[in-house]
């Protein structure tokens, strides 16, 4: 599948390119942000960067586009299939991160509902999934103003961190989406 740009009021959203690489590198490196991911090591490696990309254009790797703004790129957001993470839900699993200079605007909020504006009505299953750590109330939130509800509580694991975190299992389906008057 061809995957369009995604304009919304203050962005776009954007398949990404090798040239994002350097900008990926500056923003992974910071803690603040890796702490409240799964995957994303600290340190970050000096290739992980360009190994990540790689992987995106062999279309291993779910969908994952570039948050930008005025052409700088200032995130991501992506989404994976059901199958690339047992979250115990057969639903698709959106995640996300913000450079943190970026952070409290409602930036990733315009841009996850951009992404599902789009994405939804494709997915068969009319659902999708998060998985938030109990000590991130900013993505919480997020998702909840954008009609995620909890399913379960878990226990999900931080390579930043390396340890496991306490997370919350959240689901979003197309019909509350549309409720919430985002779609
Ligand atoms: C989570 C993250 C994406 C949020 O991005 P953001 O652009 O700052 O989020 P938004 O501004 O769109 O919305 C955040 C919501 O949390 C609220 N919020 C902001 N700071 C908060 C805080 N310290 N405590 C609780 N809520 C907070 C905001 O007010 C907003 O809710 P509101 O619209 O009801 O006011 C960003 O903090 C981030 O990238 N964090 C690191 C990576 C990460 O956590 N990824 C998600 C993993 S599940």
Redesign the pocket.
């Known amino acids: 599948m061809r995957i369009p740009d995604l304009a919304s009021d203050r962005l776009v959203l954007r398949p990404l390119r090798p040239s994002d690489a350097p900008d990926l590198a500056k923003y992974c490196q910071d803690i ?7 995957v994303v090591p600290h340190p970050y490696p000096e290739n992980a960067a360009n190994d990540w990309l790689e992987k995106q254009d062999k279309g291993v790797a779910g969908i994952n586009m570039a948050i930008t703004r005025n052409d700088a790129l200032m ?1 991501v957001v992506g989404i994976k299939a059901s199958t690339e993470r047992d979250v115990g839900i057969f639903a698709p699993t959106i ?6 200079a ?11 509902r951009r992404l599902l504006d789009w994405y939804l009505p494709l997915e068969p299953t009319e659902k999708m999934c ?4 109990e000590d ?10 954008l009609g995620f509800e909890e399913v379960r509580r878990d226990t999900g694991y931080s390579v930043a961190r390396g340890e496991k975190v306490p ?1 919350i299992i959240m689901q979003l389906t197309s019909e509350r989406f549309q409720q919430m008057g985002c779609a």
């Not at 998060?130 to 750590?133: G, L, R, S, T």
């Open positions: 603040e942000v890796s702490k409240y991911l799964a995130g995640g996300y991160w913000l450079a943190t970026y952070w409290g605007k409602g930036f990733m909020q315009e841009a996850v998060a998985a938030a750590f991130n109330p900013r993505s919480i939130n997020l998702l909840r103003n997370e």
